[in-house]
């Protein structure tokens, strides 16, 4: 059983920067079956954009599909943490700040993303939550 978030983590998560479209955003989560995608600028992480963002800052405001990726992504709710992270402190950080998925960073850099779903297949792989979180995509 992993016991720090690198060794759960997903390395190497998909980025756009801040002026990609939210189209490509959208094309990453399909192209990588996830649900977000990590902004980066400058290699440094600047924010986050999920699928929940392009639907409700988007679609629902009736945006284009090329509305730049930073007038939709979070910034400023950006919680990170280490990779020696402790897969229980992370589950008491996304508890506490209300969020799930969180950016993985070391000096600065992107080095993984870790969402509750990960979490809640190593905890408990029979659990209902693990279920969803493994399922294969519908084509």
Known sequence: MARTVAELMTREPA???EQD???RAAQLMKDNDTGNVAVVENGRLVGIITDRDIA???VAADRPAST???EAASHE???TIDPRTTLRQAAAVMREKSVRRLPVVRDDKLVGIISLGDLAIEKD?????ADVSAAEPNA
Do not use: H, M, W
């Open 15 to 17: 980025t756009v920067g």
């Open 21 to 23: 479209t939210v189209a």
């Open 56 to 58: 409700v800052r988007v």
């Open 68 to 70: 730049p990726v930073a």
């Open 77 to 79: 709710r950006l919680v």
């Open 125 to 129: 792989s029979e659990s209902g939550l």
